[in-house]
């Protein structure tokens, strides 16, 4: 048994305790002395646990704040996904050993006038301010943070700490003032696009193609006051345009928050090896995501989609929906992935996107953002 897979076999171990804080300028002793190759492993897993134990750990992207609006929904809870579909909480993080976490408040792109913007802003304001009220109402587990020191402070005290950002620039609508606002609202990152294409630049999945062919002149204006006020500039979901677009623009490293290597699976969604080469230069960051489709190539399945599809041609938009009815329309896609089942993505995927991306990028510019409760 070689090294290679010793190490890769430590890292499959562990991977679900979001190991993403072991930089390699680390200094760490060398395991023990060992007899044999089984020994040679759990020593090198314990190795790794204790990394994981000893650095302050960070998942860069869960969509929970959806859930926080919902009546009853309750983050000091250990919920069963089975039961509630959701996957994160703050009893699961601290058995997880995570100790911090970017909530990010995700608006689906809706109708770009001045009535969906004010819905958006609105719907993001709420996400934001139920986090706050999360964190507020668990005091003694969590707390607020706005730069890497609070993190640091927070864990010496015994606390997780919880960051604020939006996905989908939609909710600053055309009115570049809302971003300041949010800024005050504690959110340190703002990913541009969605889905499909908004005002600020094109998403990499718009069936109906770019529109911008790129970042558009109010979305270079919305990163340049990002900058300004240090709100970092997430490019997952854009197009590839949008990415050397944002590279260009933006003074400060641009980040990807929860985006897979395109040479491992090749979805238009992740990113190639030019663009990981350049992250890298840029001293940015890219986190990989546990979303399947991401991760490995899978069959088509024409009954789900074709299911889902039908089911949301018949939605109103969920700007426009109640907590109750956004859980219930949850509720009907969650019944529908399960009567068509897409095959899932292994730990192994995981790891096999981590090995290619630190190959290319290097160990420092690679983590983890989960997507749980989004993806």
Same mark, same amino acid.
């Given at each position: +048994? ?5 190490? !890769? ?5 562990? &991977? ?14 060398? =395991? ?6 089984? %020994? ?14 000893? $650095? ?6 869960? *969509? #929970? =704040?959806?859930?926080? &609006? ?18 994160? *909480?703050?009893?699961?993080? @601290? ?5 911090? /976490?970017?909530?990010?408040?995700? $608006?689906?792109?809706?109708?770009? %006038?001045?009535?969906?913007?004010? !819905?958006?802003?609105?719907?993001? @304001? ?17 707390? &607020? ?30 009115? &570049? ?6 800024? *005050? ?13 908004? *005002? ?40 590839? %345009? ?10 400060? =490293? ?20 030019? +663009? ?8 940015? $960051? @890219?986190?990989? #995501? ?30 426009? +929906? ?14 529908? !992935?399960?009567?068509? =089942?897409?095959?899932?993505?292994? /730990?192994?995927?995981? /790891? ?5 991306? /630190? ?17």
């Amino acid at each position: +048994m070689t090294n290679q897979f010793i190490l !890769r076999s430590a890292l499959i171990a562990i &991977i679900s305790a979001w190991l993403t804080g072991c930089s390699s300028e680390e200094a760490v002793e060398p =395991p023990a002395a060992v007899e044999t190759e089984a %020994d040679a492993e759990a020593a090198l897993i314990e190795r790794a646990m204790a990394i994981h134990d000893r $650095v302050l750990t960070l998942d860069s992207h869960a *969509d #929970t =704040p959806l859930r926080m &609006i919902e009546p009853g929904f309750d983050m000091a809870e250990r919920h069963d996904p089975r039961e509630t579909g959701s996957k994160f *909480d703050y009893p699961r993080m @601290i058995e997880g050993g995570l100790d911090s /976490v970017f909530f990010s408040a995700f $608006v689906a792109q809706g109708i770009r %006038d001045d009535e969906g913007n004010t !819905r958006a802003r609105d719907l993001a @304001i709420q996400m934001l301010d139920a986090v706050v009220a999360s964190a507020d109402a668990n005091a003694d587990q969590v707390g &607020i943070a706005l730069n890497p020191e609070d993190a640091y402070a927070l864990e010496q005290a015994g606390k997780r700490a919880v960051y604020l950002s939006i996905e989908n620039g939609y909710p600053i609508g055309g009115d &570049i003032a809302n971003v300041e606002m949010f800024f *005050d609202k504690g959110v340190r990152y703002i990913t541009l696009v969605h889905s499909t294409n908004n *005002d600020l630049a094109d998403s990499s999945t718009d069936s109906n193609g770019p529109e911008h062919n790129g970042v558009s002149e109010f979305g270079a204006e919305v990163i340049r006051e990002m900058n300004r006020l240090g709100i970092m500039v997430d490019v997952s979901h854009a197009s590839d %345009d949008v990415f050397f677009d944002a590279l260009e623009l933006s003074k400060a =490293p641009i980040i990807a928050t929860h985006s897979n290597a395109r040479a491992v699976t090749g979805h238009q969604r992740n990113m190639t090896d030019e +663009m990981l080469k350049l992250l890298a230069e840029n001293g940015g $960051v @890219i986190q990989l #995501t546990m979303l399947s489709s991401y991760l490995r190539d899978a069959p088509p399945n024409p009954e789900r989609e074709a299911a889902i599809t039908a089911l949301q041609a018949d939605m109103k938009p969920a700007t426009e +929906m109640t907590p109750e009815e956004r859980s219930a329309m949850r509720d009907q896609i969650n019944a529908i !992935r399960r009567q068509y =089942p897409d095959p899932l993505a292994t /730990v192994v995927d995981v /790891v096999d996107h981590i090995d290619h991306m /630190v190959s290319v990028a290097g160990i420092d510019h690679i983590g983890i953002g989960c997507d749980f409760d989004g993806g």
